[in-house]
């Protein structure tokens, strides 16, 4: 089976960075797509970060440009999510996806919680 385990959530003051890890399991074909979405209290879950493993594109939101960045590491089959200058509206659960291309999501993480502090 797929599966897609995060960590490194957590409590993380404003202007602070943090790191989101991804274990990434059971695909069966080399040319995935792997990304991050999120979804705050009381709003619609939203895309964060998508990275095109084939030839390595990443798209970003508008509201995290310039401050995060996704990265993959085939040796240890896993994605990060560099979130650097956070900000209290980052706070969300962020969930670590997979699927056949960018924007598409074939497997949801569990999700894991990071909160900013002002």
């Known amino acids: 089976d797929v599966q897609l385990v995060e960590s490194g959530g957590g409590l993380v003051q404003a202007g602070g960075s943090l790191r989101l890890s991804c274990h990434v399991s059971?695909?069966?074909?080399?040319?995935?797509?792997v990304g991050w979405f999120r979804q705050a209290p009381g709003k619609e879950r939203e895309g964060v970060s998508c990275?095109?493993?084939?030839?390595?594109?990443?798209y970003y939101a508008d509201a995290v440009k310039g401050r995060f960045t996704i990265s993959s590491d085939d040796t240890k089959n896993a994605v990060y999510l560099q979130m650097n200058d956070v900000k209290p509206e980052d706070t969300a659960v962020y969930y670590c996806t997979a699927g056949s291309d960018c924007p598409y999501v074939d497997v949801w993480g569990q999700g894991t919680l990071v909160t900013v502090s002002s």
């Open positions: 059971g695909f069966t074909y080399d040319d995935y797509a």
């Open positions: 990275l095109r493993r084939s030839d390595g594109s990443a």
